[in-house]
């Protein structure tokens, strides 16, 4: 029997039991979603039970063999990402016309910035701190392609990347450089070679490659001296973590490979051939034009690392 669904039109109850819905969905269930919604594991099935019953759908799975999705729910948590991205820009707007400074700022992080010292994105979150007090943050850590496209469909404000195949969807802001170079690990077998590997006729193509899977500085890098991947990855941990196999030549950030350098895990390959200079830079979307927090956002990214003020870009 078809179950016939009781939403007829959308109430404050029925966007509460949507923002449940997700916030269960990305915790992975029922018990783990306790502590994030500050409600008890009976409550919340039950506020999933109505909006199935309010849908006529089956959202979820739940039992013994854990928590899922049903086809029908996988569907409607793209839709409700969808309301409420577009209930985010409505009190955007509102706000826009009132003058305040409130809602909620996407941030969309690549690299291991904490570390290098050429970036002041926590300065820049001081400063917003002060200036817009209610808005909240949610900064997601993302391959840089995921960023852009986040971007670009509304579903991130701010976004800083490492500036390669520029979008005309996008603004770029150029904020910090970083510095990257070829690393082996102990073990590998040019960790103690005494081989002029400083030498273009020294062929770094031989040794297998760890790199990005995504376009990027750290691909045409790679491609310029000839290296074939052997091994691919979407952030820098993953990277780090092959290079200090011993198995693989990677390139990494010199802040980052810092520490290990110091433990005698890492070796610089040949820096003077292999190191490039990668530019990072805030992004935000062309159309539609960002609204006042995001600006005020990228404002202080900027005043932080000592760039003009928003409204000047690459």
Known sequence: MVKR?????????????????????ECGGFAASELELNIGRSTISKHIADLEVRMGLKLCNRGPSGFSLTAEGEQVLALSHRLLSSIDSFQSEVDNIQENLAGTLRLGLFDQSTTNPHAHIHSAISAYDKSAPKVSLEIAIEPPNVIEARVI????????????RQSSSLNYHVLYDEHM????????????????????????SEYKYAGFGFNSPN?????????????????????????QS?????FLADHVA??????????????????YISTFAAITSRQPEPDRKTKEFVNCLKAAHGKSMYGKSM
């Open 153 to 164: 469909d509304g579903t991130m404000e701010v976004g800083i990347v490492p500036v390669h």
């Open 258 to 275: 810092e520490t290990f350098l110091s433990k005698g895990k890492v070796k610089a390959i040949a820096p003077q051939r292999t190191r």
């Open 5 to 25: 669904a009781l939403l007829k039109s959308l109430g404050d109850v029925d966007i509460r039991l949507v923002r449940i819905f997700v916030a269960v969905t």
């Open 181 to 204: 170079t070829l690393y082996c690990g102990d073990g590998h077998v040019l960790f103690d070679a005494d081989a002029d590997m400083e030498s273009p006729q020294f062929d770094l």
């Open 219 to 243: 691909m045409k890098a790679g491609q310029s001296l000839g290296l074939h991947r052997a091994a691919r990855v979407q952030e820098e941990e993953a990277l780090s973590l092959l290079i």
């Open 246 to 250: 011993g198995c693989y030549l990677g």
